[in-house]
């Protein structure tokens, strides 16, 4: 983390003035009359609050015109928290300019890839290349600093909200010339773009820099590493709105940490592994998938990848939701209990602190149907009592704070190699690389086995089994990596369509996994995309979906075949041992369902034991204090109680467990041994 | 209506000059040779027409260059009419614009939400607040009123056409001036819209007028009440441009009355409210849904909302098909009878003129394969034998002319809460309010009940019933008014996702039915959607869709229990007394199948007969007279006879039916009693 | 053909140099070092080619500043091809400018209908009406055909590629301007244009030629005939773009044929009669689609389309593929087999050369995952072994060329009729003009009846049988050609919605089907569309689907009847007899399987033999030689042999086969009788 070492923001393992769990959410008290705010603080202490974010979108309020500032209101929000005992976590307000701003500056909104300018009047727009922006965040920055950097309330800056979010990229002529000028910093040459972008193809030559514009919609498939750069460009240039403010809070108010909050597994378009590198803490935003029936799933993965972002170390839950959202199609309440076993999933994967998005729900604007910790109903509300005894429990878990995380498996994750993936005119739209992903995290959540994420060049060698489920751009450093950890004794699994290209989305030497093909000794001929709901039959009984590849042996062994489709009577699964370690290829779609007859074998051999007899929806994740002391998490998804083979205590009532303890349906008990 | 005391357009209950119900349709003679006009005078006498429309999209004809006037061949087509006794319709051809006024102004071209900014050669699309066509419209209104204001065979004025189709809303500048006169007018200073648009959230507080603009697209959800208000903007903007005109033509002709042809339930846009206050005659367009099988249905509702929009009074169907559209996907024809039905379903709900769009079928254009009286087969056709026979139908039928319909029941439609519910992120897309109003109404269909809309604040003392299955945004002024209906012995059923939001579409304070809690004495605690093709067991052996929700009584009975789902074993449908009067609430949403479990008790208590022994399939409708007289007109839908029991005179044969009467599969048979 | 007989390109009935069937591809060695082109060459012998495109895609490197001009590289691989004997298909680069062109030339970036502007950075993409483009595009081919035009290895010039796609019109004010000049020389006179589309349909009269602009997107449906209009002259601008570079070429480089590469069915905005008219010699590019689960009759369709543009001439296959291709929704690849009876279905329907797009796979770029000659494996892979042994059949096949194909049907086609039916607001979205096409095609082709395509105005009196599946638009002229046909004995079957619009899309007097009601002796009262998925019961225990008529017969007998829907009772299916003709009429849809109850009486009536005993899937075509030689080619798409009744010797094996052969499965044999 930047510049860690020298400030020791987290040498207590935890934020300034933070002593518990943090607890608490993102409070917006500029949308309520000054007399709701007493009932705040004291609704606040009931439920057992310790930390809220504020400020977040108050720019037009602090700043009503240019470079004249308002802080009256925010001076008394703060004081009043700080009498309460609530930490604060203070926004810089630049993810919305003041509409002055865009009066003085119209040609700052984002232009979309088919031209289109987006209007103001919404959130996070603005193109990201802009002086004007910069000018104007780094002055409200300033004063904000300045203000309240010494505040002894505040614990930690929040800059901006959720970058990346609605829009990432702007295709405006400010942006292409900046855009220019981060190519001329990673190719130095025009001949070295050329070649890199392949622009001998379709005649698109550049001669002078200033012939490279952004890869706006054209008539047909642009030049696709082309729009991989801009990718990476534009994920650069949101960095450099972050940093940018960074280093003034560091600045001008050292000692307190400076953190954004992610969207795991929600925006695509920013790569967590370069923002998490600048953050002082990690803090990440997670919200349910309401149409995935198995969403408990989709917020683990978003948890454990959370955590890898962070390294390992404890980070903060910045927004999740007291029940439904109101931005998806069908917004569905949470049920009884079910946020309480969120939030110590979350919790149990490395979180320690639990923040909800928003504490009082709004009566107007975009969110006012987005469920809050405080509901429309009020305190007497399902919702409030739930968010109380919430506060209680984490309210008994000081001993968890810094405690950490051990995974058996990683997963490969690399968001440069899904944004290639995810361009046009890919063999087969129904290659999903993320819910690959998802359907090889699944079958090891199902199998209670606990998962870090990587980055394919990151030191694997403490992980007994390694998945690369969907490694479609993988770099000569990264096959070195690979090939190296195998060659450690390691068990590498890795799924179809990997190793196809490398950083310019060019297709390595060598046929269709040119990169990994001396690594798993067999290579992939040809692509067999299948038909829509296409199926092929494997041996074992077991179907693959989507896809199939026509594999030459070349010293691996075969695992399973195809029983029919285009590559009938050919490999589909293979392994090729190195030393101690294995590398499998499996050429087809799995789903979790069918899965394990692929990983369990590998599992067995890596030495990772898997207990059979635990029901699969009994989420347990461990966390591990320094002095070896052990904390179980045991989530009962089911509506039937699991009896769990544990010997310790449990923590929230002090209940001592010989050998075996009931988790009742829909709850979490938490057992230290 | 506007200034009708003053002109008493209406006194004679009928248009000046005709005499018997109205019937012909859109004539547009400057389409064909005029050797072709005098065949259409011919046939038209054959067919009994004797009101036609004319000269809607002939502004390039009549104004072929600014100022310059061409009317020669308009006083050929009237005289020609006239001489052959048909009452002419004269349209003002405002809703298409010369190719002149484009060229001069191309910026009045209407700019849609994303920034596309239409071509002309189409109809109806032009910015509403520009000063260009305010001048050009009124020109050639007033040339028209003063070559024809006393011709005498003109009885009507129709204005422009179809006001708010295919456009509504124009984003331009000119339209976003416009729209800051409008909220000044509406908010006298900044600190009033802002907090009415509750600008604090997402930091959108505005400091001068100039800073405020269009709703247009941003990256995500704009602010909802700005998107309200532009709504309602655009609507009083287009309400202006009918206004301008018609005040031309009240000057100048006085005595001729004034209309525009609505689209009651096509055009989501119109807030008819406030345009039925301007007419000075109901005029409303109506055409079949090919896809609903049971389209009878949606055009009964249509026209009894047409109705109620006349306040009572005889209304125009200004144009339907004689057979198929043809700007559905699937444009069916139809059947034999059918539009004989149609037009007399229409009669029977109020209305005194059935005219079709059009007389002749268009060789050319973009609506050639639009039906006509006279279809592209010619005079020999079955389509021109039915409307022969309608003709013949319509000219025995004076004596209904002027007669009422009286309802039993009245359903609360109001454009500002469907508009606002039609708004991003709300709770569940799958919850339209339109098709909540048309499951009650089907029910009461199939009942035989005769069913008049109603604006929430209007007088609702008259109706034993009043359902609001859709009522989202309820102001104070209207709940005063529901809760006074209730006191006097009214019976009332509120629909799911009821009086949550005010005027500026802010939660009401106090849960999600904040509104109508005191009045339903149940609380909604959360709203619960559910999941894709969900649905929820009810108490009944019924079934609930989209939509449950967790209530709390303060008073009402449980009527209904779900069963299942996210709110099993908690009140469904609630019921309290006031008085003599009864509040009802359904939780959840109910298909006609089933809401008779819910509504049949309520017709019940308020003293509505349901006669079951008819079939759900013979339309059965009553118009009284001033003088007590009923014409009760039966329409049977079915393919079997249907044996009605009445007493009375066949207004057609001069049959008398004593006691039974029977109605052939497929027809119509009206009766004086 | 263009200057054809002047030059007389085509004497010897193929290409200048070139003695065998054609095979080879598009070669891009640019986008390889230098050191790759020896391999290449030396595989290029190993499987056979003897003609290559390159520099299709060349202008940037070409020309890399303006006026600039390096031909170096291009010079030494065309000496590279002319020392392998490998003919050269030369092409003009005009497809893909140079980005100095667009930097110079912002403003010839296409239009799109909605005013979006069009980034370059793909290809094919300009305005066609651009003088800059004009210019530059001559420049570059002036250039090419002076160094080029006496090279010993040129036998081919390649005008551009695919014109057409992937954007065929420019809706800028440039081509606004060039569009009015184009409506002048065809209407004379506005009042003409007046008359031709209509425009006193919805006051579009236009008095001034400035007033006339594109049909861009406006509210609702525009003009359709001003559409119509605009999509013929987008054609000849197009078109106009070739003829400015073959002229030069022509007179430049005399005696090398020029063509332009069609895509016969996958480029609908390409009117390719007109074309074909210009081309030296008719060349085509193919692709299978891939969802089609018999894609080789859509293959069989294509080819015989292109060899009717070709006048039956032989034609060039210049693109098709050796596997899958990368810009389908999901890209199969071919199976073994497969390419080899793609390649000789097009040689049997007269294509004398078969290449591929392209030799080698691309390891960069948009189409990288699109396969070649020489895959991403290399030479050792199945598809390079399979291009080997096609280039080695294809060697031995020198006695097919020039030989042509005799059809016993045509079908019409024609590209007018397609656009004007493809507008909106026809009556029904499910009535596909191509799709009823390919239903009675198929039925042929499962018969074994070999078909032409025709325009309807040209001359059918050599066919049998003529079939009109889709004939919207038919002029005067066209109605008096198939009148004349069935008068001179023909028999030819209409479908649905035929004759119902003139050129103008103006509907035709006299009821649905003007045109053709006198030759088809009945008449067409009302269309009657289907729900979606809606059927029709006819006699015969038939289906229809998506559309019934209502017919009156005036004089045609009944031959089948519908049993239920909209017509129940009336005729579905007609014939009148004329002289020795007859004429069907179909007014409804009927599939392929069930087209034979229909086609089969008049097959047999028209003296066309179908040998019923054949599979439907063996695909059996002859070409005839001068000398009366037939060469039958028997491609069994089965996965089970044929045993096929045949004399004659085997082309392949010079095995003789007397009476009886057998085609394994998945094999094509050619035998000479």
Redesign the interface.
Known sequence: MSNQSDQSLLKDGWLPGVKSVGFGGDY?P??WPEEVWAEDLDLMRRAGVNLVSIGI?????LE??PGEFDFGWLDRVIEGLHGAGVRVDLGT?TT?????F??QNPHVR?VLR????????????CCPSSPEYAEASVRITTELAKRYGNHPAVSLWHVHNEYG???SECYCEVSAASFREWLKARYGTLDALNAA????????????W?????????????????RLDFARFSNEELIGCFTRERDVLHELAPGIPVTTNFMATNCPSMDLWKWSAEVDVVANDHYLT??DPLSQVGLALDADLTRSLAGGRPWILMEHSS??V??Q?????K?PGEMARNSLSHLARGADAILFFQWR?????????HSAML????AN???FGEITQLGATLGDLDAVLGSRVRAQAAILWDWESFWAQDLD??????LAPRQQVREYYERLWRDHVTVDFAHPTADLSGYPVVLAPASYLLTAEAVANLTAYVEGGGHLVVGPFSGVVDQ????H????N?AVRDLLQV??????????EGQVALTGDLKGRIWAE?L?LLGAETILEYLDG?ATGRAAVTRRTLGAGTATYVSTVLDHQVLGAVLDPVLERAGVTVDRDLPWDLELVSRHAEDGTEYVFAINHATTPVDLRVDGTDLLTGETCAGSAKIPAGSVRIFRR
Chains 1, 2, 3 share one sequence.
């Not at 919305?96 to 002055?100: F, Q």
């Not at 729900?361 to 149907?369: L, Q, T």
């Not at 030497?509 to 269709?512: A, E, I, R, T, V």
């Open positions: 917006n500029e949308q979108f108050s720019w037009a309020l009503p015109r307000p919305v300019p003041p509409a002055w865009w009066q984002p088919d031209g289109t300018v987006l209007a103001t009047g919404s959130r996070g727009i979010a609605p829009i972008w392949g622009t001998a193809f379709w005649g698109q030559t550049y001669y002078e200033t012939q490279v514009g952004t890869p706006a919609l054209s008539g047909t498939s642009s030049n696709p590493a082309h309401a149409a029940s439904a109101n931005w199609p069908r917004n569905l309440a049920r729900a709004s009566r107007r604007g975009a969110e006012k149907f509901p429309h109903a009020g509300s399902r919702v005119w890919r063999p087969s739209v129904d310019d989305d060019a297709v030497p060598g046929g269709w040119g290579s992939v001929e040809e692509v067999l995309p299948l038909p829509a026509d030459q285009p």
